[in-house]
């Protein structure tokens, strides 16, 4: 403990989701006058839900403000010291402090600590290619990148959009610009959208998007983004170029804004892009501290979410990678979900209690249009990589009992392990009703059920709700019977 402190100073580097979810938890176990706490953000917000941009953007959620869980003036409240637009540029460990800078005014100060936690989130990926930083080219991380995208949709004249990558993000942006009324294509470098996904269910959700009248392009890199004056106004040229410069998060644009993303072998026009490639951990500043990294470059801790080798240091959320309980490995899973506990966790140990996080199973759910896509578990590939041997069934059912009114198709696919009959993995694609179900295979896989074990399982039952198998239970008695078959 600095001993030139009457009380132990805490710094969260981070605020939104893991570190002011730590922040408050430290402050419930710990008042004032035991512990201080001093929270940096580069941004404008805090604790917001980076997962409902899209719906914002697509005006499902009509305030920016409904995303926000807790304003910065609530946090100041409860003797949380949050400063808003300062971002920390330099750890020093040996002294244990941080260098911080203020972005509007660009002065730097030290910040000492007694305990750190590092909650710098994850960075949209910019491909390394011409054009990728005009005008007009947006990632969406944070909701500083929702506005800038709001205000170009607001200001462009012309009326098509280019969306590069087909992930989570990728998926619902070309759903939100459809809603917006614009053009739009997908640009894909996979097999088939999703590839949190196996492809032969990515394939049903291409269906589903080129139903909702958005083209999709599958197999195709993009090498370039091209560059021009035209598709803007007046107005938008004098806001955005600045006599031809704009400076972005550092980064100085020139040539003029984006008129169209090139592939290999062809080119698609375009007035705003948007990068949906994927996001990879912030973790510039721990690179440069020394810090160890996994092999997807995200942070390392134990179970108490404490950074590997550093007794009051600890990590959460985006920047960090996490135990996989299926397949015993380390992943990179960027999700509200997880950074919310894992602050959870910190809060609870950097305020003198003890937490553990015991790792995750890796459950998505999205959806496109009306089209519900879920996720928990290997895939195929996951399971071939960690050298699994594995049985896959595909099943078809419905959400309802089949005579009862409104009752919609679903597809089911269930990974087991070879032999044993552990459940590995469960994939869903379905309209209303299917998405959630994968919270069953959630806690299945959870706790280390066999398929055969999920069969007996005693689910809930009505015709409105589930037909009497429901198909979950249906897929887990398919994949016993193909084990049973092949032991």
């Known amino acids: ?9 805490l710094v969260v580097i981070g605020g939104d ?22 929270a940096f953000e580069r941004g404008h917000f805090t604790s917001y839900s980076a997962c409902g941009i899209p719906y914002w953007v697509g005006g499902d959620v009509t305030e920016r403000d409904e995303l926000v869980a807790r304003t910065p003036e609530e946090h100041r409240a409860r003797d949380i010291d949050l400063r808003l637009r300062t971002e920390v540029t330099e750890l020093d460990l040996d002294r244990q402090r941080v260098r911080a800078r203020d972005v509007d005014s660009g002065e730097e100060a030290w910040t000492s600590y007694d305990k750190l936690v590092l ?17 007009g080219v947006h990632g969406v991380q944070t909701l500083d990148d929702g506005q800038a995208l709001l205000d170009t949709l607001e200001h462009t004249r012309g009326r098509r959009a280019v969306v590069v990558g087909a992930g989570y993000i990728g998926v619902e942006m070309a759903e939100a610009l ?8 997908v640009v894909n470098r996979g097999s088939e959208p999703m590839s949190t996904l196996d492809p032969d269910m990515g394939c049903l959700v291409h269906e589903a998007m080129e139903g909702l009248g958005i083209t999709m392009v599958n197999d195709a890199e993009v090498t370039k983004i091209l560059t021009g004056e035209g598709g803007t106004s007046p107005l938008e040229r004098s806001r955005e170029l600045g006599g031809g410069r704009e400076l972005r998060g550092g980064r100085e644009l020139r040539g003029g804004r984006v008129r169209a993303v090139v592939t290999q072998d062809r080119e698609f026009p375009a007035d705003v892009v948007v990068l949906g490639i994927g996001v990879r951990p912030e973790t510039t500043l721990a690179r440069a501290a020394g810090l160890p990294l996994g092999p997807h470059g995200g942070l390392l801790t134990d179970r108490s979410m404490r950074v590997r080798g550093q007794e009051n240091i600890w990590a959460g959320g985006d920047c960090v990678e996490v135990l996989d309980l299926v397949s015993g490995q380390e992943r990179h899973i960027p999700l ?6 894992h602050g959870q966790v910190i809060g609870t140990n950097a305020g003198g209690g003890y937490a553990t996080f015991p790792g995750v ?31 896959s069934v595909t099943i078809e059912s419905t959400s309802r009992a089949g005579y009862y009114p409104n009752a919609s198709p679903m597809t089911v696919k269930m990974l087991a392990e070879h032999r044993t009959g552990r459940l590995l993995g469960v994939q869903i694609v379905g309209r209303e009703g299917a ?4 919270d069953i295979a959630a806690v299945a896989l959870t ?13 809930g039952y009505a015709p409105p709700f589930s037909p009497v198998w429901d198909p979950i239970l249906v897929a887990a008695r398919k994949a016993s019977a193909k084990i049973r078959g092949t032991s």
């Open 1 to 9: 403990m600095n001993l030139s402190r009457a009380r132990e100073r």
């Open 17 to 38: 989701a893991a570190g002011m979810s730590a922040a408050s938890q430290a402050r419930r176990l710990k008042g004032p006058g035991e512990l201080e706490i001093v």
């Open 119 to 135: 909650a710098t989130g994850a960075r949209p990926i910019r491909p390394d290619m011409p054009g990728a930083d005009a005008a």
């Open 178 to 185: 459809i809603k917006r009324g614009y053009e739009v294509t």
């Open 336 to 341: 509200g979900t997880h950074a919310n506990k």
């Open 361 to 391: 199973v890796g459950t998505a759910v999205s959806k496109v249009c009306d089209l519900e896509i879920a996720r928990t578990g290997l895939r195929e590939k996951d399971a071939h990589r960690v050298g699994l041997r594995f049985e």
């Open 435 to 438: 998405g959630k179900r994968v």
């Open 447 to 459: 706790a280390g059920m066999t398929v055969e074990q999920m069969t007996a399982l005693d689910l």
